[in-house]
């Protein structure tokens, strides 16, 4: 079976790495690999055709600025896949990017399958993009369990439901099998606070600043109070830089386990919007999210046709997680909620019912791996006539 992957982000190859293996259980021996991956794919056997930090980059003013390098590389990934022609096309998260070279392919090699794991967030904004993926996308493989039903409704492609891979992290795991992560923590001294600025050098750049002043006037409403800032081994020396403006420094860390260990030790969390809220949630942490769009999207935020952009609020269906956007950014605010969220308050309280209830909501009786390797194989079986 020849495969080829076209995965634009970290995020993305994680999710594709476990896809192989799952693959690889059920056809031993029997697979090629190729298109564009990072390095845990690439641990797996695929060859990348170049590096996808190229294409690690949010916003719209940053998509526009590398636009023409963009196309270049959209061209020469789908060149590559129909050259190649695969038995199936694996397009994971990167909508920008990824359902770009799809089209291309489909439109040049029609037969061959094409599914789509991670899909856009129609959900979110810009609801007219499930539609028009249909043409493109055979099965769109789904990571949170309101997506297939969103899907329908939208007239997307048919759409299956498998579990977030998040759940089969070890360091989440490992808390999520406790008798919960927070339990008796509030009775220790002093409180500890996780800080989170987002993945990308945008996101750190806009919040850095607001959440050191935040961080500043937490510990006067909570004297003693400690924080850890886990980051990317890439971005530590750019948010060292930053903290040490800060007025309370924060420990900063590096690695998987240490960010899972400071989701283990932490009292609350002040987060960037994103798929880290997710993680928070299901670590049992209670947060405050906040966020800040680039000057280009924001002039176009009136597209964003979402209730919420929290991940939890979606897969909840009501607004347990505040957030904090823009103007509403705001230390002395920001502050007073997280020293709510760090006591014994009927907020915590409310948000670890949540948690707990999209822990029930998001369980699966497989592997997320596992179940999106047999729709997979399944194409491929089927074919497309």
């Known amino acids: 079976m020849k495969i080829a992957f076209v995965v634009g982000e970290p995020s993305g190859d994680a999710i594709g790495a476990d896809l192989i293996r799952a693959l690889k259980a059920r056809r031993p021996g029997n697979l090629e690999l190729f298109g564009l991956a990072g390095e845990a794919m690439q641990a797996e056997g695929l060859k990348t055709l170049f590096d996808i930090d190229e294409l690690s980059i949010m916003g719209i003013s940053a998509i526009l600025a590398r636009l023409p390098q963009l196309v270049r590389r959209v061209n020469q990934t789908a060149d590559a896949i129909v050259a190649a022609e695969p038995d199936v096309l694996v397009v994971i998260d990167s909508p920008t990017f990824s359902h770009r070279v799809a089209k291309r392919v489909r439109a040049k090699l029609p037969h061959v399958p094409i599914v789509n794991y991670i899909p856009p967030t129609v959900w979110a904004w810009r609801e007219g993009r499930a539609a028009k993926m249909r043409p493109y996308v055979d099965h769109a493989i789904c990571a949170l369990p309101f997506e297939p039903e969103t899907m329908a409704r ?8 498998v579990g977030h891979p998040l759940m089969k992290e070890p360091g989440l ?4 099998a406790g008798d919960g992560p927070l339990a008796g923590k509030l ?7 996780v800080i989170l600025p987002g993945s990308r050098r945008g996101e750190i750049d806009r919040l850095a600043g607001d959440f050191g002043a ?4 937490l510990s006067e409403l909570l004297p003693g109070v400690t924080a850890v800032l886990p980051t990317l081994p890439r971005h530590r020396p750019r948010i060292e830089a930053e903290a040490a403006k800060w ?4 420990e900063i860390v590096t690695g998987t386990d240490a960010k899972w260990q400071a989701f283990a030790e932490a009292d609350a969390a002040l987060a960037a919007s994103g798929t880290v809220s997710l993680e928070l949630a299901l670590a049992g942490v209670p947060m405050a999210l906040a966020y800040k769009l680039d000057p280009v999207a924001y002039q176009i935020r009136h ?12 897969v909840v269906g009501h607004p347990l997680v505040p957030e904090h956007f823009h103007e509403f950014v705001r230390p002395e605010m920001l502050a007073r909620r997280l020293a709510r969220l760090m006591t014994d308050t009927l907020e915590r309280r409310a948000q670890l019912q949540g948690f707990d209830e999209i822990r029930r909501l998001m369980a699966v009786d497989r592997a997320p791996g596992d179940a999106a390797a047999e729709i997979v194989v399944g194409l491929v079986a089927k074919g497309r006539g």
Do not use: E
């Open 154 to 161: 939208l007239g997307g492609p048919p759409s299956t439901y």
């Open 173 to 176: 795991a490992a808390i999520m």
């Open 187 to 193: 009775a220790k001294s002093p409180p500890r606070l």
């Open 214 to 217: 935040t961080l500043t006037r």
């Open 247 to 250: 007025l309370v420094k924060p």
């Open 303 to 314: 597209m964003i046709s979402a209730w919420t952009a929290a991940m939890p609020n979606f």
